[in-house]
């Protein structure tokens, strides 16, 4: 069993996979911190600094008018956070769409790197080994 595990794992797809989580958790974190550092505060002086965070309806339990999400949820109050919820949506649709054109330009350069390729000039192979038999008997015989 030790032995199928070692061949399992030795597998390129599965270290393909493991590199590719590997990566994709880094770019999840550069990706999180673009939307939150970057991309967020940019909407939000469009938007008048609006934040949805804090908005949510308390089912059951006792909270003071105008407390902050944290604080009803510290009270152990039930609270329906559908403003927590609308900005993660905001925020993957952002995501998403960074993502798309992440891939769109990716996409991009491999067209035009496989456009170079199909139009560069066929190297001239130069001459076969034949030939430069023939060109050395050739020149032998005018010697000789």
């Known amino acids: 069993m030790l032995n199928e595990f070692k061949d399992f794992i ?3 797809n599965v270290m393909d996979m493991a590199v590719g989580i590997i990566i ?3 770019f999840t ?3 999180t911190s ?3 550092d970057l991309i967020n505060p940019i909407i939000g002086l469009f938007t008048g600094g609006l934040d949805f965070t804090n908005n949510y309806v308390v089912l059951a339990g006792d909270v003071a008018a105008g407390s902050s999400l944290e604080a009803a949820r510290d009270a152990g109050a039930a609270v329906f956070a559908y403003g927590a919820f609308l ?3 905001i925020n993957f649709l952002i995501i998403a769409f960074v993502v798309f054109m ?5 996409n991009k350069v491999k067209a035009a790197a496989e456009t170079q390729k199909e139009e560069a000039p066929a190297e001239d192979p130069g001459p076969s080994e034949l030939d430069i038999l ?7 015989a005018k010697q000789g």
């Open 10 to 12: 030795a597998k390129g």
């Open 87 to 89: 900005m993660a949506v």
């Open 24 to 26: 994709g958790a880094a």
């Open 34 to 36: 673009l939307v939150g």
């Open 29 to 31: 974190a550069i990706v």
């Open 102 to 106: 992440l891939v769109r330009y990716v």
């Open 134 to 140: 023939m060109e050395i008997r050739d020149q032998l």
